[in-house]
């Protein structure tokens, strides 16, 4: 019906209920996808929806100030709920969400704020406690890495899980190791897989240490192979995910270490290159310069290459695309996109699938937005993740036999 009032008889009409718009923040984009990105962490036990949306209603849109008050103001109020609560699993997940919330807090400051500081030594020390206090079974591990140590997390799966692939998780962009638990690692857990979850240059602790990013992934990640392989058993089969960046650091180390039985792109980055200088493009417009989402990308960009502008950024980022390696890569391949990412271009889903023409298979899972997974990396619709990551690898690797 195209008229929005709907005749009940001559004279009498009901207007057709208004329908909301869906966006918690409407200014500034990167405000709306982090506040999801912290709900993500829902199943895990990391986060909670009321808390959350309470919270908001006190933010400024677009001011960054703003959104680390109310951010960090709600992780010190859950941090003393998780110090005054007696029951072990309430209070360790009341750590976890605190460390989230810490996380998310700190995530749109600049790279030089003096905030930064002391507020990662709770995001790390609040992690932490939430695992230790749940009686989760984790292990740190120090990778010997030129320039530094690099930084992993291994939780060992249930009786069984040896008989299963190991699930390997590698962050992006603007990752740090500890939210790799919340977004995928515990899942892989639930289901009785061991995990390896790990940080190379230019994420987390590393990124603070001073080392940048390197579009040489096989490096980082063959470094990490051989130091869990050093001092573990050797799994049936290594599956490793890669979520946002992910999307092209793990294929691009599975192009060179064939240690990786299998490699999912969450989501699907087939041209960073490409991407970095369309964004440097867009910054020469001086409202677009000005906005809180590109003064964000810009400053991060800068920061994980170490780079003092955008267009030197540019030439650093360069050799940062699939394309002159994609045909190296032989193992099954799982792509995620979503139709609506705001980062990533939907074509690079596309022209990644037609450039594995050697991989051993290649599964293209595309989410619209009825789903809920449209967003950048099915942000805020962690179940169809999970769906979609551990199907396919039962799919692919059948009772712990060869990939499919």
């Known amino acids: 019906m195209n008229d929005p009032a709907t005749t009940l008889e001559a004279g009498a009409t009901v207007q057709a209920p208004k329908m909301g718009n869906g966006s918690f923040f409407t200014r500034a984009v990167n405000f709306q996808f982090q506040t999801l990105r912290a709900l993500m962490e829902m199943g895990a036990g990391s986060a909670d929806l009321n808390e959350v949306l309470e919270m908001i209603k006190q933010i400024e849109d677009g001011d960054v100030q703003s959104w680390y008050a109310g951010w960090s103001g709600l992780a010190d109020r859950v941090f003393e709920l998780a110090e005054s609560t007696l029951d072990p699993l309430s209070s360790g997940q009341a750590y976890l969400r605190s460390h989230n919330y810490q996380r998310t807090a700190e995530f749109l400051l600049s790279p030089d704020d003096p905030m930064r500081p002391a507020s990662w030594e709770k995001v790390r020390a609040r992690y932490a406690k939430g695992l230790d206090r749940q009686g989760v079974k984790w292990e740190r591990i120090a990778i010997p890495y030129p320039g ?81 392989l050093r001092t573990h058993a050797k799994p049936k089969q290594i599956v490793l995910i890669g979520m946002s960046m992910g999307g092209y650091f793990a294929p691009r180390a599975a192009a060179f270490e064939k240690r990786i039985d299998g490699v999912v792109a969450w989501d699907a980055l087939y041209d960073w290159a490409g991407l970095v200088k369309a964004y440097a493009r867009g910054g020469k417009d001086p409202v677009i310069s000005k906005s809180a989402d590109y003064v964000w990308t810009a400053g991060n960009t800068c920061w994980t290459s170490g780079k003092p502008s955008m267009d030197e950024a540019v030439e650093y980022f360069a050799p940062y695309t699939l394309a002159p390696v994609v045909d190296r890569i032989t193992q099954p391949v799982l792509i995620m996109a979503g139709e609506h990412d705001h980062g990533i271009p939907l074509q690079q889903a596309f022209d990644f699938q037609k450039g594995l023409v050697n991989a051993k298979s290649v599964t293209l899972k595309l989410f619209d937005l009825i789903s809920g997974g449209a967003e950048h990396c099915q942000t805020g619709n962690q179940t169809s993740v999970h769906t979609t990551i551990f199907d396919w690898v039962l799919a692919t690797f059948p009772s712990g036999g060869k990939a499919r």
């Open 148 to 228: 530094g140590d690099l930084r992993a997390h291994y939780f060992p799966g249930a009786p069984g899980a040896d008989q299963k692939p190991l699930i390997m998780i590698v962050g992006g962009f603007d990752s740090i190791l500890e939210e790799l638990y919340g977004m995928l690692g515990k899942g892989a857990l639930d289901r009785g897989y061991s995990v390896l979850a790990y940080e190379g240059p230019g994420q987390g602790q590393v990124l603070r240490d001073g080392l940048k990013f390197t579009h040489e992934w096989e490096k980082p990640t063959g470094a990490v192979l051989d130091e869990f």
